[in-house]
């Protein structure tokens, strides 16, 4: 049998490679409010992803999932005409490997006071389509009931932090978690990396206090997520 010539062997590693993740290229557009309510508001930024996947339309499908109205709810006209919060849309590639993307979302802005909101979103890159965690993990109640050790344990942790700050006066630490919950819902805006999955949970403290607020990111290795990851899936296949 006829071996490949390294070169062969090169242009087929590259062709393989490639097929494996997407390019990303960064489009960034100023749209420009024709009546602000201030100086501050004449115009916003948003950093588009803009994909080059194995077909236009895995490309397209891909930018599709990616949208800051479908993750974020961002609406472009009332951002330009009426509400007018919105400062920047920006975008943080946290894999694009293996078959698959992983994409945090941001957007910040101000009303009475700065905000801001992120969600991490995985895709298929060869069908475009988003990988749920019904499509990547079994026993989700399980799975759930693991991150939410260790949610307990980040409380605990939290609340001997704000005990120990001067500014708590007499609240009690305790009652600012009395509602947090991590359930199957939290699960939708997992991210992913070389190493493992991180789980996120937005606690939703007020801005004055939002100093206080924990990371909410509950990371596991693909070791400790072996027990959990579908087989056959997108997952099982990046975490051999």
Same mark, same amino acid.
């Given at each position: 049998m006829r071996l490949l010539s390294p070169l062969l062997l *090169? /242009?087929?590693? =590259? &062709?393989?490679?490639?097929?494996?993740?997407?390019?990303? %290229?960064?489009?960034?557009?100023?749209?420009? @409010?024709?009546?602000? /309510?201030?100086?501050?508001?004449?115009s916003f930024v948003v950093s588009y992803p803009k994909i080059k996947a194995a077909t236009p339309a895995v490309s397209r499908k891909i930018e599709s999932a990616l949208s800051y109205q479908r993750v974020l709810g961002m609406n472009l006209n009332e951002e330009i005409n009426d509400v007018q919060w919105l400062e920047e849309a920006s975008y943080d590639v946290k894999y694009n490997a293996n078959g698959a993307l992983a994409i945090d979302l941001t957007m910040e802005g #101000?009303?009475?006071?700065? $905000?801001? &909101? %992120?969600? #991490? =979103?995985? =895709?298929? %890159?060869k069908t475009g389509a988003r990988v749920t965690p019904a499509m990547s993990f079994t026993d989700l109640a399980g799975l759930v009931a693991m991150v939410k050790q260790e949610q307990a344990k980040e409380i605990i942790k939290a609340i001997e932090a704000i005990k120990k700050d001067p500014e708590v006066g007499d609240t009690d630490p305790a009652t600012l978690f009395e509602s947090s919950d991590y359930t199957p819902e939290d699960l $939708? !805006?997992?991210? *992913? $990396?070389?190493?493992?999955?991180?789980?996120?949970? $937005?606690?939703?403290?007020?801005?004055? /206090? +939002?100093? !206080?607020?924990?990371?909410?990111?509950?990371?596991?290795?693909?070791? +400790?997520?072996?027990?959990?990851?579908?087989?056959? &899936? *997108? *997952?099982? @296949?990046?975490? @051999?």
């Open positions: *090169l /242009i087929a590693f =590259v &062709s393989f490679a490639g097929a494996q993740s997407v390019v990303i %290229t960064n489009h960034k557009v100023t749209y420009k @409010r024709p009546k602000p /309510i201030s100086k501050y508001k004449k #101000s009303a009475a006071y700065p $905000d801001g &909101s %992120t969600k #991490s =979103v995985v =895709v298929d %890159t $939708d !805006w997992f991210s *992913l $990396d070389e190493n493992g999955v991180v789980f996120k949970y $937005d606690y939703g403290f007020p801005h004055a /206090i +939002q100093a !206080w607020q924990p990371a909410g990111e509950f990371f596991f290795t693909w070791e +400790q997520l072996k027990p959990f990851i579908k087989p056959g &899936s *997108l *997952l099982s @296949r990046i975490a @051999r």
